[in-house]
Antibody
Framework: QVQLVQSGAELKKPGASVKISCTAS????????VHWLRQAPGQSLEWMGW????????KYSQMFQDKVTFSRDASAPTVYLELSRLTSEDTALYYC??????????????????WGQGTQVTVSS | EFVLTQSPGTLSLSPGERATLSCRAS???????LAWYQKKPGQPPRLLIY???SRATGIPDRFSGSGSGIDFTLTISRLEPEDFAVYYC??????????FGQGTKVEIK
């Protein structure tokens, strides 16, 4: 069955960076884009962007483009989210999610059928 | 700015009752590209509906979606105990490519 398994909770100090992983199984990794989303305490879901497993092409939400870097290891198969210059406002639950539509679908349409379990990132001094 | 407004904020109902959740967009959503998710504490979101009215794999038929343009509705025909959760709508037809509503909580009355 399709699974996305994320790395564990992180506690970081302000100004630090953190890298979260999301390992896929149960489907052909190259066939579906992987997205990152977050949910801050008491807030709704926010889309951060996505990465193509095929070639590592990325698209970032304008809101997060100076904060995040996506990468992937196609052999793992794993995608990564790196958050830089952490502040208390980055405290949130971060999810990876698989795009429902095959990566070959044109035009791109993003909604999400499988999700990781979430990784809590807490930024505190 | 593209905004999805969900109403009501909280819906208090009893098991067996019908739930009607609204999602209104600040501008027309191209192609009826709207999805609904269910979110329970400690769990990731679960895709319920896509394309405004298509049920995702494994979703019971008591969940139905409708709408086009700026007005969309998620209906749960008869609430089961496991349906009490927060529900989010998400558009994927316009720019920015993904926008979520603020959520509707369905709680036990």
């Amino acid at each position: 069955q399709v699974q996305l398994v994320q790395s564990g909770a992180e506690l970081k100090k302000p100004g630090a960076s953190v890298k979260i992983s999301c390992t896929a199984s149960g489907y052909t990794f190259n066939n579906f884009g992987v997205h990152w989303l977050r949910q801050a305490p008491g807030q709704s879901l926010e889309w951060m962007g996505w990465i193509s497993p095929v070639n590592g092409k990325t698209k970032y939400s304008q809101m997060f483009q100076d904060k995040v870097t996506f990468s992937r290891d196609a052999s793992a198969p794993t995608v990564y989210l790196e958050l830089s210059r952490l502040t208390s406002e980055d405290t949130a639950l971060y999810y990876c999610a698989r795009n429902s539509l095959n990566i070959a679908a044109i035009p791109e349409r993003f909604y999400f059928d499988y999700w990781g379990q979430g990784t809590q990132v807490t930024v505190s001094s | 700015e593209f905004v999805l407004t969900q109403s009501p904020g909280t819906l208090s109902l009893s098991p067996g009752e019908r739930a009607t959740l609204s999602c209104r967009a600040s501008q027309s959503i191209f192609g009826r590209f709207l999805a609904w998710y269910q979110k329970k504490p400690g769990q990731p979101p679960r895709l319920l509906i896509y394309g405004s009215s298509s049920r995702a794999t494994g979703i019971p038929d008591r969940f139905s979606g409708s709408g086009s343009g700026i007005d969309f509705t998620l209906t749960i025909s008869r609430l089961e105990p496991e349906d009490f959760a927060v529900y989010y709508c998400q558009q994927y037809g316009s720019s920015p490519p993904v926008t979520f509503g603020q959520g509707t909580k369905v709680e036990i009355k």
